[in-house]
Nanobody, 125 residues
């Protein structure tokens, strides 16, 4: 199993930007799709973005498309998401997921074998 540690969360004003990172340990990180999910208080965990194992294909939820960019550096075993034009409704705990064995767009959380502990993102209005 891959161990995942997220970082980069925090408090930002609406319209601002944050970049989340997810450091992975384990040999299988680079062999599978990876993704970001988020969970707001009282809501289900939802898909945000995913990336194929090569990084050549990316997928986004409609609510973040055009504002968020997912990327990965397999040499560094790290997953990223650049979040721009943040809105108060983006406030949530963000989780990275690895060992994605599902199918594109890799939006089913059940398709992931490893999860990070989450990092809080708060967007003030």
């Amino acid at each position: 199993q891959v161990q995942l540690v997220e970082s980069g969360g925090g408090l930002v004003q609406a319209g601002g930007s944050l970049r989340l990172s997810c450091a992975a340990s384990g040999r299988t990180f680079s062999s599978y799709a990876a993704g970001w999910f988020r969970q707001a208080p009282g809501k289900e965990r939802e898909f945000v973005a995913a990336i194929s194992w090569t990084g050549g294909a990316t997928y986004y939820a409609g609510s973040v498309k055009g504002r968020f960019t997912i990327s990965r550096d397999n040499a560094k075993n790290t997953l990223y998401v650049q979040m721009n034009s943040l809105k108060p409704e983006d406030t949530a705990v963000y989780y990275c997921a690895a060992e994605g064995r599902g199918r594109p767009p890799y939006s089913d959380r059940l398709g992931y074998g490893s999860w990070g502990q989450g990092t809080q993102v708060t967007v003030s209005s």
